[in-house]
């Protein structure tokens, strides 16, 4: 199996470690709602989003669409319900990563801020959702839960 095929399907069986074990050590994760996340950090922000979740309670399907001993795209899909507001989200990603040694180096998750802050905050997720504001407090608020997840050990 595949580095990336390993990764996703850890995920869809809400295995943090499984995935985190397809990252390198310095490996430097971007996203819409968390920014950018290196190495230790990037590793403990699926922990924390996996964490506590019984099974069912996030759906995840994927399909890798490329992968090469340095790059690889992937599409995926993720249903939950977000914690803060208990909203659906259906939320739709494109992944690109670049690969060394067999590891993830760079991973980089692209979404529609616009759709899943709607989803996510219902009426004024769509009003705001959209504004570079709105992602600053978006990215400082999974700062700091990602923070506290981080010192609870």
């Not at 809400?14 to 819409?32: I, K, L, Q, S």
């Not at 507001?85 to 529609?112: C, P, Q, S, W, Y």
Request: hydrophobic content about 35%; proline content about 1%.
């Amino acid at each position: 199996m595949n580095t990336i095929e390993k990764f996703y399907s850890a995920f869809s069986k809400g295995d943090a470690e499984g995935m985190v074990e397809c990252y390198a050590d310095n490996v430097v994760f971007t996203d819409p709602a968390f920014g950018t996340l290196e190495g230790d950090r990037a590793k403990a922000m699926w922990r924390m989003l996996l964490s506590g979740k019984k099974e069912g309670e996030i759906e995840v399907s994927y399909n890798v669409l490329e992968e090469t001993e340095t790059h690889g795209k992937a599409t995926w899909e993720a249903k939950y319900l977000f914690s803060q507001t208990n909203r659906k989200v259906h939320n739709k990603i494109n992944a690109t990563m670049v690969l060394e040694n067999g590891k993830i180096v760079k991973h980089t998750d692209d979404f529609n801020l616009w759709k899943w802050t709607s989803m996510a905050f219902g009426f004024k997720g769509y009003l705001i959702g959209w504004t570079p504001a709105m992602k600053r407090v978006l990215q400082k608020g999974t700062g700091k839960s990602l923070d506290k997840f981080m010192t609870r050990g």
